[in-house]
């Protein structure tokens, strides 16, 4: 990864936000990917996130909570018909222990609601300081910067933290922009995550912060070929799909929901 090492405090503080201003005109449209009603089908749908889509996940929650609604009657799930219901997120021999686990301290100790505290959120089995700030920032508006494999990745290359532990990146992160901005801040970095700058091919070539990004070169810069690799509502053949989020920002979330449906 590149690094601005003669770059001052000041000059990374004014390009990051340069950078996140430039994201902000491209996805203002940007919102959790996760579907949820409350603070309990939130923290579950992202405890189930980890090793899979949220595409996935939103399908399985759908039927999670139509099933169990709330963290008492999830804590008394049967094991292997949860197991059967999480099979398709990956790991769910796992994921269905750490959930009845979860759901049983939520009962035993917090009275079966979620708490809106990081210090008791990250008490609970399976839940992180990622996990945490995700509940807390979309669920009770407590802005928070929540580091998942897209927000590393593209907090890295954008020369923000040279760091791999996630609380550390948060922490850098963190200094360079207002408190107020962390939530849509992470939003709109995982949006261009999953969209743009890819793991494995970013479209450097189709990116807007690419003046910006220390980075730029590590994909593929040639607009025809890179506009070719974008995914999701920018993927070539996707303009409608497009045109609807932008004409209609305050529908974003159920857009998402309807088109994913369509979707083969």
């Excluded at 949860?82 to 790991?91: R, V």
Aim: proline share 6%; hydrophobic share 40%.
């Amino acid at each position: 990864m590149p690094v601005v090492s003669s770059e001052s405090v000041l000059a990374l503080k004014r390009r990051a936000r340069r950078i996140h201003r430039a994201l902000a005109e491209k996805y203002p449209y940007a919102h959790a990917e996760l579907d949820f009603r409350n603070p309990f089908e939130l923290l579950v749908a992202t405890v189930l996130s980890a090793q899979t889509t949220d595409v996935t996940v939103n399908q399985v929650t759908k039927v999670l909570f139509a099933r169990w609604p709330n963290a008492r009657a999830l804590a008394e799930a049967d094991p292997t018909e949860l197991e059967t219901i999480l099979k398709p997120t990956g790991f769910f021999r796992a994921k269905a222990s750490n959930v009845r686990a979860l759901c049983t301290r939520l009962v035993d100790d917090f009275d079966g609601e979620v708490p809106g505290r990081m210090e008791d959120l990250v008490t609970l089995p399976g839940v992180g300081r990622k996990t945490a700030n995700v509940v807390l920032a979309n669920a009770f508006g407590i802005p928070g910067i929540s580091v998942d494999t897209h927000f590393a990745r593209l907090a890295k290359r954008f020369g923000w933290t040279q760091s791999e532990d996630p609380v550390q990146i948060e922490q850098d992160v963190a200094e360079l922009f207002e408190r107020r901005d962390w939530t849509m801040l992470s939003h709109r970095v995982i949006f261009h995550g999953r969209r743009v700058c890819h793991a494995r091919k970013p479209a450097c070539g189709a990116c807007p912060v690419a003046n910006w990004c220390p980075s730029y070169g590590l994909g593929e810069t040639d607009p025809v070929k890179a506009a070719k690799l974008l995914k999701y509502e920018l993927a070539p053949g996707s303009e409608a799909l497009l045109e609807q989020y932008l004409s209609e920002q305050h529908r974003a979330a159920e857009i998402r929901m309807a088109s994913q449906t369509r979707a083969p």
